[in-house]
């Protein structure tokens, strides 16, 4: 059976996603001491918001940052689409930073860590976001043989860059907020699937 390149490259894409899957769950276990039980609507809901929120905001910070300083900070290797500022294969990845974020904020209420107001836990995205992007390439180094997303500076070895510090800060704020709100509204299956079904439709345009 041939396998088409869009299909190898999705194949690329799951085996990332379950690999930061994982990790993610075993570290949280591992941080409260025992397994993670999981909130299915809520985990969706994560996964979902964070897909939409992180893929435009990637593309949108991503042109304001060019136009600012008249060159991009990053460029996408594998499947690049809306110029090169994101990938078509975000669809799998992206989700997998909403599961991240449902494991961090797990682990912050199991031990009673409050931070008030909830939008503080956005700046969060600025540090986290950088070392999973290490993670990301790593792995995609590792064992595909390529970055999945080059940053032009090389402060951090083209992994990442302390620039995108503070976009991932208004990417992470953005984020609390959206989940905030939402949080206070009935639950409903029709957020996180409307939620996700965006993101697939601003990637198809791409």
């Not at 600025?126 to 790593?138: R, T």
């Amino acid at each position: 059976m041939v396998v088409s390149h869009a299909g190898i490259l999705i194949l690329q894409g799951l085996s990332g996603a379950l690999f930061g899957v994982l990790v993610f769950y075993l570290l949280g276990s591992l941080l409260i001491r025992r397994w993670v039980r999981i909130d299915p609507y809520q985990l969706a809901l994560s996964m979902a918001a964070a897909f939409l929120v992180a893929i435009v905001c990637e593309v949108y910070l991503g042109k304001l940052y060019y136009l600012v300083t008249g060159q991009p900070l990053w460029q996408y290797r594998v499947w690049p689409i809306h110029d090169g500022y994101t990938s078509a294969l975000n669809f799998i990845i992206w989700p997998v930073y909403g599961y991240y974020v449902y494991f961090m904020h797990h682990v912050l209420h199991e031990k009673d860590i409050n931070i008030r107001p909830r939008w503080l836990k956005g700046l969060a995205s600025g540090f986290d976001g950088p070392l999973l992007e290490i993670l990301a390439n790593g792995f995609f180094l590792l064992f595909y043989g390529t970055f999945y997303f080059y940053y032009l500076p090389g402060d951090m070895r083209h992994f990442t860059s302390v620039q995108v510090v503070p976009l991932y800060m208004v990417m992470g704020v953005i984020l609390s907020l959206l989940m905030e709100y939402l949080q206070d509204r009935p639950q409903r299956w029709l957020y996180p699937a409307g939620f996700y079904l965006a993101g697939i439709g601003f990637v198809m345009l791409g």
